[in-house]
């Protein structure tokens, strides 16, 4: 069944009420954190809505479970059918578990093997998983699909009226825990249903309240949509940040946005590594990349008072910052650490070609290098008898300000360079 033959009413505040209820003992109160490093880095109280410690760790079972206790005796029969990057996933599978009601997920097939083996180990037998070579979108086209041929019940992660009440859930518990003078509430965007639900119960109960959506600079659907006054699809998006890797923001969540939101702001995905490294090794946070959206959002967008007086009409006031998820497989750290360096100007990438003689080395070593320059990648390309042949090397450097005496003593020597830039098709296939 598609979200607009399930009741095409916007969601409002006695549907998250109810909701609740339905919840309550079902998913966890999170806890609201202060994050020292945050507060004392930004001069104003930032704190951390804990949706990483939620049962599945991650806010989407709040949704998930709303939305099929709704079902009919009939439909629970019948079973549910569902698309997910994960996360949405793993609350379909602990509803199923629990209302002993079976499912199909579709699955992208950028879903971390993480989220699929916890997908698996929460739905047991009531569960089945389908991994669609593609994305997002495509592994939900098909999942509609397929529930329009079967009959079975299509449970949608964001465009459908009680998922949104569900996940406006966690704004009951905000209100009940957040100081009086909090001045915003960030939220990070996908679909939209999170920032739907957050939104409608934030604007009916405090609307003095700020409700700013977060995307990342890949997949910025609802900015997009909001600029075009329409959901539109984009032409192509990075599916990094993954939960979050959605090219259509929903009919249902655009409607809400556009009615309770004060603002949607992207962030570009090296900036997010960098904070998922800093909620790790200072918070002891482990985010996924879309748990870290809306505090690198604070740290970009809200540092100073100037910028926060622009953006919210006051300077002081806590921020809470949605963390909207943990389900993050540490194998990807290695390409956090890649793009978190890149973003920061510390990592660089050059296409070097020694010359075939002695020596060609060492002077790149003693006369190109700088005292702290550190080579963190070197892979030699020459697979013929030519007089020369390129090396990809990659380098680290102490401060983003040390790119310039590195390239300066790259001109000055004898050798050919070539920095890769990171949009380049070539640093693509070689990195």
């Not at 409700?211 to 006054?229: F, K, L, W």
């Not at 890797?245 to 960098?274: K, N, Q, R, S």
């Amino acid at each position: 069944m598609t979200p607009q033959n399930h009741g095409e009413h916007r969601t409002q505040p006695e549907d998250i009420a109810r909701a609740a209820d339905v919840l309550d003992g079902v998913v966890r109160r999170t806890s609201l954190d202060r994050s020292e490093r945050l507060t004392d880095e930004l001069g104003t109280p930032i704190l951390l809505k804990r949706e990483d410690q939620q049962k599945c760790r991650s806010f989407k079972v709040r949704g998930a479970y709303a939305r099929m206790a709704q079902l009919s005796p009939s439909e629970k029969q019948r079973g549910v059918i569902c698309a997910s990057a994960g996360n949405h996933a793993q609350g379909v599978a602990y509803a199923c578990a629990h209302l002993e009601v079976h499912g199909t997920i579709y699955l992208p097939s950028n879903t971390p093997r993480q989220k699929r083996n916890r997908i698996a180990t929460i739905g047991g037998n009531w569960v089945e998983q389908v991994i669609v070579d593609g994305t997002f979108d495509k592994a939900n086209a098909l999942a509609q699909e397929a529930a329009r041929v079967s009959g079975r019940t299509y449970i949608h992660p964001y465009d459908d009226p009680m998922t949104i009440a569900g996940q406006g859930t966690i704004a009951v518990e905000l209100l009940e825990q957040m100081p009086p003078d909090t001045a915003a509430v960030l939220v990070p965007v996908g679909g939209g249903g999170l920032i739907a639900g957050i939104s409608t119960w934030i604007h009916a109960q405090r609307p003095d309240v700020k409700v700013i959506g977060v995307e990342p600079q890949g997949a910025p659907s609802m900015r997009a949509a909001i600029d075009a006054g329409m959901p539109v699809t984009l032409d192509t998006i990075d599916p990094f940040v993954d939960g979050t890797a959605v090219g259509t923001a929903g009919t249902l969540p655009f409607d809400a946005a556009m009615h309770y939101v004060d603002d949607i702001l992207v962030v570009p995905e090296g900036a997010v590594c960098t904070e998922m490294l800093e909620l790790y090794q200072s918070d002891g946070v482990i985010a996924e990349p879309a748990g870290a959206l809306t505090s690198t959002a604070a740290r970009m967008f809200f540092a100073t008072p100037k910028e926060r007086r622009r953006r919210l009409g006051v300077e002081t006031g806590a921020i809470i910052c949605l963390v909207s998820g943990g389900n993050n497989d540490l194998t990807r750290y290695a390409e956090v650490m890649e793009r978190s360096l890149r973003h920061e100007g510390l990592r660089h990438y050059f296409l070097v070609t020694f010359p075939q003689r002695p020596g060609a080395l060492r002077l790149f070593l003693e006369e190109v290098l700088g005292p702290n320059d550190d080579i963190v990648h070197f892979e030699y390309t020459k697979k013929n008898n030519r007089e020369s042949g390129p090396a990809l090397v990659g380098i680290d450097i102490a401060t983003k300000e040390d790119i310039d005496g590195l390239r300066r003593r790259m001109d000055d020597s004898p050798l050919h360079v070539e920095e890769l830039e990171a949009d380049s098709e070539i640093f693509r296939l070689l990195v």
